[in-house]
Structure formats: structure tokens, C-alpha cells
């Protein structure tokens, strides 16, 4: 072979060479490495609380909280970014909810030193907002570990992207029907049920729940709760941090009523969680 030969061959070996160590990953690996968004919709609420600088510097160095209401959940939002929502509007929000990015990353210990991890809030936020310098990652993941370890079931979302729900001519709000003041429990008379007599009402609901992370122990836990006249929970009446995680969506009793007419109970639920293995 002469030297023409030898030095066309190594060229093309380099070549291929390099095509397969190219930094560029495949459709497969890149698929793989994107993150999966949560997207939540419904009214904001804008409070102006005492967060102190630990949640300012992760909410932009805002000194408002901004939540969602989804159904009887209450997402409180975190910004990259400065954004100045209006407190009462309807807002579809696409982001990472942060607790649950948390615990598909898991945690081998289970639970046992501490929740969350501080690796697992570094992940998250870098997961979700690219392009933040070292300290400023270090300082969020900092912070949301302290947050989500003071009130592991409030949900904490940070935010890639929010915009108002538009409204449409036939009364809807980006697809969800508006429901009148009565479908909404407003104006509808509460009554308060004795637990035992709201069991025996119940049509669906999850008979166990798998205890979180932060509390792999278990046991059973009284939620109050108030049923709207539709016999779906309307709203959660207790800060136990355990009530908060119960999918109460999935709950659904008799529609309650008092002389024929649509009430509202308040009522308590007990929930049991079976421990971690």
C-alpha cells in the first residue's frame, strides 16, 4: 500500500471515528433527556406574604405569592423570571411540580436521610431552568429542599410558561365550561355529617394510600373536608400535611340533599396509608 493509500484510509477511520463519539445525542437519548412538563389551569391568587428572603430569591425576588386553585388544589408558583399575575384571573401554567419530579427521581434510602434530597432539588431546578449561573442553581436547589421539607404536600411549581386563559363567546374558558353560582356550592346551605354516617354515603374513593416519602411510616390520618352539592370534594378544611396528598378528585359520594334541596356537608374522612417497603 503506498503512503497516498495508507494516509486516505487513517483519514477515513479518523472520520468515522468521530461521527461516533459526536457530542450531538441521538433522537433516542435526546427523547429521553427531555423534560416531561406539568401543565395545570385554573384561578390565581396574589397575596402578599411574609416569605422572607428564602422564597423572594426563588420567586424572582418577588415579595407576592402566586397560587393556582385546580379543583381543591392549591399550586404555589415559583418564576424564573419576574411575572405579575392578576389575582382572580384564570391562568394555564406549564411547568415542573416539584414534589412529584422529586419522587419519580426517587430516593434509595427512603426517606431516611431526610426528604428531600438536596441532589434531587438540584436536579429539579436544572431540569427546568436552563441557563442559570452555579450559584444561583446551588441557592434555588437550596431553597426549594427547605420549602418542600417544611410542607412536603404543598404542591410547589416552577414555571417555564404561563399565559391567561382566553375566554370564548359560548361562556368557556379555554375549554372548561364556566359553572353557575349553584354548580359552584355558592349560596347552598352547609350542613355538617358525622363521619361514620358520611362513610356509609360514599360511592367511590381509594380504599389505601402508599405513605410519602417524607412520612414512610403510615397510618391513618381525619381529613375534614367539605362535599359540594355534587358529592365531589370541594374543599380540604385542614392543614395536615398528609390530607393534603390524598387525590381527592377520586372521592365521590351520594349528592347530598336536606328536604329536598342541594346542601353542602362538612364532614371528616379518614384516609389510611400503608407504609413504604
Not at 44 to 57: N, P, Y
Not at 148 to 159: C, D, E, G, M, S
Not at 197 to 224: F, M
Not at 238 to 265: A, D, N
Request: charged share 25%; hydrophobic share 35%.
Amino acid at each position: 500500500m503506498n503512503r497516498n493509500a495508507r494516509m486516505f484510509c487513517f483519514l477515513v477511520f479518523t472520520l468515522a471515528v468521530w461521527s461516533g463519539c459526536s457530542s450531538k445525542p441521538s433522537a433516542d437519548e435526546a427523547k429521553k433527556a427531555a423534560v416531561a412538563l406539568d401543565r395545570i389551569q385554573g384561578k390565581a391568587q396574589v397575596l402578599i406574604e411574609g416569605g422572607g428572603a428564602m422564597d423572594s430569591a426563588l420567586n424572582a425576588g418577588s415579595t407576592s405569592s402566586v397560587y393556582i386553585w385546580e379543583g381543591a388544589r392549591r399550586y404555589r408558583l415559583f418564576f424564573k423570571t419576574p411575572y405579575e399575575a392578576t389575582h382572580g384571573d384564570e391562568y394555564i401554567v406549564e411547568g415542573i411540580y416539584a414534589q412529584r419530579v422529586i419522587d419519580d427521581i426517587g430516593d434509595p434510602e427512603q426517606g431516611k436521610n431526610g426528604y428531600p434530597l438536596l441532589s434531587s432539588c438540584d436536579r429539579v431546578v436544572r431540569m427546568v431552568w436552563s441557563g442559570l449561573a452555579f450559584d444561583a442553581i446551588d441557592l434555588n436547589a437550596q431553597v426549594l429542599r427547605t420549602r418542600v421539607n417544611r410542607y412536603p404536600a404543598r404542591p410547589v411549581f416552577l414555571v417555564t410558561r404561563i399565559q391567561r386563559a382566553k375566554s370564548t363567546e359560548s361562556g368557556t374558558v379555554s375549554g372548561i365550561e364556566k359553572k353557575d353560582d349553584t354548580a359552584k356550592g355558592k349560596n347552598v346551605p352547609e350542613v355538617s355529617v358525622a363521619a361514620d354516617r358520611q362513610r356509609a354515603l360514599l360511592i367511590e374513593g381509594p380504599p389505601v394510600q402508599t405513605a410519602p416519602l417524607w412520612d414512610p411510616k403510615g397510618g391513618t390520618v381525619n381529613c375534614r373536608v367539605t362535599i359540594g352539592p355534587d358529592g365531589k370534594i370541594a374543599q380540604l378544611d385542614t392543614g395536615k400535611q398528609l390530607c393534603e396528598i390524598v387525590p381527592w378528585s377520586q372521592y365521590r359520594y351520594h349528592p347530598p340533599v336536606q328536604g329536598g334541596h342541594p346542601v353542602k356537608v362538612s364532614t371528616e374522612v379518614e384516609v389510611r396509608f400503608e407504609p413504604r417497603k
